[in-house]
């Protein structure tokens, strides 16, 4: 069994993974045709990319929860593509979390592996005042991620995760001028 998705990545909640094995279904191709012909399931929609916020270009709590939002919900696509070229870029160096996420994209690419639903979506619930040593922007949130599976080049069900809701910590700061992601993890108990 392998650990994936934005909810149970780095820690978070682990989901249940079945893995139940799929089989090919064979028939004739035809009645003349004694020939097992295997039919393929049909290639699932990639996700589109979420539209960069135009909130991201500004400086300040604004512009970083904006942030925020885009980096968790481009986790559909990231993993259905294996494209995490903004998804690094975003990350900070720091980020556990978006190391774990990055490296999963990718394992799925190249296993040949089909992902498909994990769309997801943000609630900023609280908004913390900006770190004045470390210019981190804290907040505390909602992250809804709905049902996702991934299958096998060979059919069978590597993930299938029931919706989630969760509460988490999402921290962004700035490197070079841009937004990244420094952390998400449970909101520590002694919140205040």
């Excluded at 720091?94 to 040949?112: H, K, N, S, V, Y």
């Excluded at 809804?144 to 999402?170: H, K």
Aim: a negative charge.
């Amino acid at each position: 069994m392998r650990a994936i998705g934005l909810i149970v990545t780095a820690g978070l909640v682990l989901t249940a993974c079945t893995g139940s094995p799929g089989e090919s279904e064979a028939s004739p191709s035809s009645a003349d045709d004694p020939t097992p012909v295997v039919s393929a399931s049909p290639s699932p929609t990639v996700p589109p990319k979420p539209e960069r916020p135009e909130a991201m270009n500004r400086e300040d709590a604004e512009g970083a929860a904006a942030a925020a939002k885009y980096f968790i919900e481009l986790y559909p696509y990231v993993m259905a593509t294996g494209d995490v070229e903004e998804f690094k870029a975003m990350s900070h160096r720091a980020c556990g979390f978006c190391e774990e996420l990055t490296t999963q994209a990718l394992a799925i690419r190249d296993q040949g592996e089909i992902f498909v639903g994990g769309e997801t979506s943000v609630q900023i619930t609280k908004e913390y005042r900006r770190d004045e040593v470390t210019g981190i922007y804290p907040f505390d949130s909602k992250i809804t991620q709905e049902a996702q599976t991934i299958t096998a080049p060979d059919g069978s069900v590597v993930l299938d995760a029931d919706r989630e809701v969760l509460e988490r910590r999402i921290e962004m700061g700035r490197r070079a001028g841009e937004w990244v992601m420094v952390t998400v993890a449970p909101i520590p108990e002694h919140n205040g």
